[in-house]
């Protein structure tokens, strides 16, 4: 299964997803990242891509959404794309790309979701008062952060807690959680 990640920006969880290849928890003879593409030149994502040898390609977002998701499509065509994985991926998709690759293509959010979508996830649940935050992972539909649920994980609200301390709360899960769904996700197309 060949495995596109699209990424903006840190690539925190991109390095999580190439860490469970190292370590064994993603197995290589039956998954592997065949792109990272990126939407910004000089995003860290793509460096560390870079660094590991994987297959990068840039594609500005411009001022064109047509055009730019067409070279994005015609990119996971070029490299025989199975599977889509957003991991810090900061654009909107359109909803006649995301239904092209409807069921193929899922997206990381930092919050137990359908609770505070969009933009600033943590701080919305910090400014909500909430005392559970946590991410998850769904597959990408035509609304934002609205397709269906794959996996979630929890995590406390401490009293103290900052929009940084929490998102690295929440970042450790997400961590976890995103090689976890994709290797269920291969799993279910081998048996
Ligand atoms: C992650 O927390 C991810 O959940 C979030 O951006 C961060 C990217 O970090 N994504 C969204 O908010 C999408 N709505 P990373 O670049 O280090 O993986």
Not at 30 to 36: F, K, N, Q
Not at 53 to 71: K, M, N, W
Not at 137 to 143: E, F, Q, S, T, Y
Not at 170 to 181: C, G, N, T
Request: aromatic letters at 4%; proline letters at 6%.
């Amino acid at each position: 299964m060949n495995v596109a990640v699209m990424v903006s920006g840190r690539g925190s969880n991109l390095r999580a997803l190439v860490s469970a290849y190292d370590d064994g928890r993603l197995d290589p003879a039956t998954s592997r990242i065949a792109l990272v593409l990126s939407n910004v030149a000089d995003a860290p994502a793509l460096a560390f891509a870079e660094f590991r040898g994987l297959p990068t390609q840039v594609i500005p977002h411009g001022r064109d959404r047509h055009a730019f998701e067409a070279a994005v499509d015609e990119a996971l065509r070029t490299h025989a794309v199975d599977l889509v994985v957003l991991a810090g991926f900061m654009r909107l998709l359109s909803p006649g790309f995301v239904a092209r690759w409807s069921g193929r293509i899922i997206n990381v959010h930092p919050s137990l979701l359908p609770s505070f979508r969009g933009l600033h996830a943590q701080r919305q649940a910090l400014e909500a008062g909430v005392t559970i935050a946590g991410c998850t992972v769904h597959h990408v539909d035509a609304g934002t952060d609205t397709g269906p649920i794959l996996a979630q994980a929890a995590v406390p609200v401490l009293p103290n807690d900052t929009e940084e301390t929490l998102s690295a709360r929440i970042l450790v899960e997400e961590h976890r959680l995103l090689p976890l769904v994709v290797g269920q996700l291969v799993q279910a197309r081998h048996d």
